[in-house]
């Protein structure tokens, strides 16, 4: 959204923009916003992402092996084949996303092994004996579909009632002036200023408590 209002007014930062078409109390409001929310995003993903990464081997696998992935790319497009960007991009896309599909391979593969498989040193690729069990003892003799169910139906209730919502404010601040109107739409600007970034530690914390 940000950057489909960028292109349509020629470039201009977000609170520029804001700075234009509102006023300049929102654009000193959408500058401060801006930086809280660059600083609450990148240290809560750091958090996130060294705790993550100290408890999955997946994670760790995943990061260490992009770094041969950027060596060869920077190699083709500096010694290899100087000056081609677009091959380079390619190979580096697809040596990435190939890296991070691997682990949901895996996954794939074992949820169709039996249980002494998951556990072979070395390990297994391919399944002796695949099953669908696994699967039948989620949908069937377990709270899974129901647990999703519920998440589906608050996630979408959720999102409509914020759209009807949003709609209604937004169509009155756009087409009509009242008496404080700056105030209100700054008021609004503000109440970014907690963005969704903030809470992703504490909603790590307790996803991953027991």
């Known amino acids: 959204m940000t950057l489909w209002a960028s292109v349509r007014e020629d470039g201009l930062s977000l609170p520029r923009i804001a700075r234009r078409n509102i006023g300049p109390l929102s654009g000193v409001t959408t500058s401060i916003a801006t930086l809280f929310i660059i600083v609450c995003t990148l240290a809560s993903v750091g958090i996130v992402v060294v705790n993550a990464l100290a408890e999955s081997a997946w994670g760790m696998f995943t990061i260490a092996v992009t770094v041969p992935a950027a060596l060869l790319t920077g190699l083709w497009m500096y010694k290899i084949r100087p000056g081609r960007v677009a091959e380079a991009s390619v190979i580096g896309v697809t040596i990435v996303?190939?890296?991070?599909?691997?682990?949901?391979?895996?996954?794939?593969?074992?949820?169709?092994?039996?249980?002494?498989?998951?556990?072979?040193?070395?390990?297994?690729?391919?399944?002796?004996?695949?099953?669908?069990?696994?699967?039948?003892?989620?949908?069937?003799?377990?709270?899974?579909?129901?647990?999703?169910?519920?998440?589906?139906?608050?996630?979408?209730?959720?999102?409509?009632?914020?759209?009807?919502?949003?709609?209604?404010?937004?169509?009155?601040?756009?087409?009509?002036?009242?008496?404080?109107?700056?105030?209100?739409?700054?008021?609004?600007?503000?109440?970014?200023?907690?963005?969704?970034?903030?809470?992703?530690?504490?909603?790590?914390?307790?996803?991953?408590?027991?």
Request: aromatic share 16%; glycine share 6%; with cysteine.
């Open 97 to 210: 996303m190939l890296i991070c599909l691997f682990p949901f391979a895996w996954m794939g593969l074992s949820s169709i092994k039996v249980l002494s498989e998951l556990y072979t040193i070395p390990p297994h690729w391919w399944p002796d004996m695949p099953t669908l069990d696994n699967y039948a003892k989620v949908l069937f003799d377990s709270n899974i579909p129901k647990y999703f169910l519920n998440s589906v139906i608050i996630s979408v209730g959720s999102t409509g009632l914020a759209l009807i919502l949003a709609i209604f404010a937004s169509y009155g601040f756009a087409r009509f002036e009242f008496r404080g109107k700056p105030l209100f739409q700054a008021f609004v600007l503000i109440g970014q200023l907690l963005p969704t970034a903030a809470i992703i530690v504490p909603l790590f914390i307790t996803l991953r408590a027991p």
